[in-house]
């Protein structure tokens, strides 16, 4: 397992735009963005396969957000555009047991400790 840290997270207004960051300790397969809100389930939000070859967004923040990597620094990027009050949340980075992306929890074995992303309207 790798260690993850995520920073980039804030507040800003409706419409607005932010880049989360998730530096990792070493190599990494697909990796992913989550997020959760108090009282729900954690969500899948966007992956990315081992080599930023395929990409996969859930419905509600294609065309909005873009997810990448850089491999030579070990880091995850997202890159959020068009902000919306509903997508404040916690965000989480996480790194798959798998090569190929993918959009399942389990298939994950390393969490960061997150990043609050705030939406005001």
């Known amino acids: 397992q790798v260690q993850l840290a995520e920073s980039g997270g804030g507040l800003v207004q409706a419409g607005g735009s932010l880049r989360l960051s998730c530096a990792a300790s070493?190599?990494?397969?697909?990796m992913g963005w989550f997020r959760q809100t108090p009282g729900k389930e954690r969500e899948f939000v966007a992956t990315?396969?081992?080599?930023?070859?395929?990409?996969y967004y859930t419905d509600s923040v294609k065309g909005r957000f873009t997810i990448s990597r850089d491999n030579t620094k070990n880091t995850l990027y997202l890159q959020m555009n068009s902000l919306k009050p509903e997508d404040t949340a916690v965000y989480y980075c996480?790194?798959?047991?798998?090569?190929?992306?993918?959009?399942?929890?389990?298939?994950?074995?390393?969490w960061g400790q997150g990043t609050q992303v705030t939406v005001s309207s």
């Open positions: 996480a790194a798959a047991r798998t090569f190929a992306s993918t959009s399942r929890g389990s298939d994950y074995d390393s």
């Open positions: 070493g190599r990494t397969n697909a």
């Open positions: 990315i396969s081992w080599d930023g070859g395929h990409t």
